[in-house]
């Protein structure tokens, strides 16, 4: 009997020019992309990859997507919130397995339950931490909550929120891996971490 696959969790998005400048003013929005690019390439033929639908990522993941095989759509879960039901990005379309979760009475509320929803409800191997903004440090905190043992790999090379919780780990003596923040050839770089992770999948 084969063992089931395991979930790889990633949180990213690219920072608006009209929100917080500690977010804008540190991304580097070619490496966000290339990350979530690389790291799409090396989880999809071999685990799960889920995310939160955001309309700068899930483009990228598509584009991946078209590459492969269509059996590999297994490998991938949207989660999308009911709040935006009707404004879901045409991207969405590529996808077989998308998770709509309930709306609640405004945006952060209905966001809140879509994450709690996304990140609770899996048993995840590993989470990735690219660029983003206050969703990516709020889907950190949750995801630290739901599982505090599993890794959470801040990509601090994308800079924005991924670098701020990249800091945050460090000024809490976690150690996280150097090459996080240095190093920016991705595919290697995720073969290497996630090697563990999802090879038994």
Same mark, same amino acid.
């Given at each position: 009997?084969?063992?089931?696959?395991?979930?790889?969790?990633?949180?990213?998005?690219? @920072? %608006?020019? /009209?929100? &917080? $400048?500690?977010?804008?003013?540190?991304?580097?929005?070619?490496?966000?992309?290339?990350?979530?690019? !690389?790291?799409?390439?090396?989880?999809?033929?071999?685990?799960?990859?889920?995310?939160?639908?955001?309309?700068?990522?899930?483009?990228?993941?598509?584009?991946?997507?078209?590459?492969?095989?269509?059996?590999?759509?297994?490998?991938?879960?949207?989660?999308?919130?009911?709040?935006?039901?009707?404004?879901?990005?045409?991207?969405?379309?590529?996808?077989?397995?998308?998770?709509?979760?309930? @709306? %609640?009475? /405004?945006? &952060? $509320?209905?966001?809140?339950?879509?994450?709690?929803?996304?990140?609770?409800?899996?048993?995840?191997? !590993?989470?990735?931490?690219?660029?983003?903004?206050?969703?990516?440090?709020?889907?950190?905190?949750?995801?630290?909550?739901?599982?505090?043992?599993?890794?959470?790999?801040?990509?601090?090379?994308?800079?924005?929120?991924?670098?701020?919780?990249?800091?945050?780990?460090?000024?809490?003596?976690?150690?996280?891996?150097?090459?996080?923040?240095?190093?920016?050839?991705?595919?290697?770089?995720?073969?290497?971490?996630?090697?563990?992770?999802?090879?038994?999948?």
């Amino acid at each position: 009997m084969n063992a089931p696959m395991k979930k790889i969790f990633l949180s990213a998005s690219v @920072p %608006k020019l /009209d929100r &917080p $400048e500690k977010y804008h003013k540190t991304a580097d929005v070619i490496a966000i992309r290339d990350a979530v690019k !690389a790291l799409a390439t090396v989880v999809i033929p071999k685990a799960e990859l889920i995310w939160g639908g955001h309309p700068a990522i899930t483009p990228l993941i598509r584009e991946i997507l078209e590459r492969m095989n269509t059996s590999v759509q297994l490998h991938v879960t949207i989660y999308q919130s009911g709040f935006f039901e009707g404004h879901f990005p045409k991207d969405n379309q590529a996808f077989e397995h998308i998770i709509i979760t309930t @709306p %609640k009475k /405004d945006k &952060p $509320e209905s966001l809140k339950e879509m994450r709690a929803r996304m990140i609770g409800d899996n048993d995840f191997a !590993a989470g990735i931490f690219i660029g983003g903004m206050e969703g990516v440090e709020a889907e950190y905190a949750l995801f630290k909550k739901y599982h505090p043992q599993t890794p959470a790999l801040a990509i601090a090379s994308t800079g924005a929120a991924a670098g701020i919780v990249y800091k945050q780990q460090l000024e809490n003596a976690m150690k996280p891996d150097p090459r996080l923040k240095d190093d920016y050839a991705y595919m290697a770089l995720f073969k290497d971490l996630l090697r563990d992770v999802i090879a038994a999948s």
